[in-house]
Nanobody, 127 residues
Framework: QVQLVESGGGSVRTGGSLSVSCAAS????????MGWFRQAPGKEREFVAT????????DYADSVKGRFTIARDNAKNTMYLQMNALKPEDTAVYYC????????????????????WGQGTQVTVSS
């Protein structure tokens, strides 16, 4: 069983930057894809970004392409999400998740490819 702990959320004004991290323990972090999802108040959880076990495959939601960057450090069992040019619509609780396989499968709904979730970290962007 993997344990995932997010950190680094906070509050920022429109156009600002934040970085969130996800520390994993309890399973071989380097063997699995990882992902970021978010859930805004009153909305369903949505996919943000995913990265394969070795970083060779990366995908983003259209809403964050060009602004967010996902990365991982397998030596530190940690995944990151750098968020730049933040907008009020980026306000949400951000969750990290561990994949069911080493590389996500394109064309399959991202949320169905992840099984373990962290507790989330709040990101608030004010105008």
């Amino acid at each position: 069983q993997v344990q995932l702990v997010e950190s680094g959320g906070g509050s920022v004004r429109t156009g600002g930057s934040l970085s969130v991290s996800c520390a994993a323990s309890g399973r071989t972090f380097s063997s699995y894809a990882m992902g970021w999802f978010r859930q805004a108040p009153g909305k369903e959880r949505e996919f943000v970004a995913t990265i394969s076990w070795n970083g060779a495959y990366i995908d983003y939601a259209d809403s964050v392409k060009g602004r967010f960057t996902i990365a991982r450090d397998n030596a530190k069992n940690t995944m990151y999400l750098q968020m730049n040019a933040l907008k009020p619509e980026d306000t949400a609780v951000y969750y990290c998740a561990e994949g069911l396989s080493a590389t996500p499968v394109r064309g399959i709904p991202p949320e169905t490819q992840f099984a373990s979730w962290g507790q989330g970290t709040q990101v608030t962007v004010s105008s």
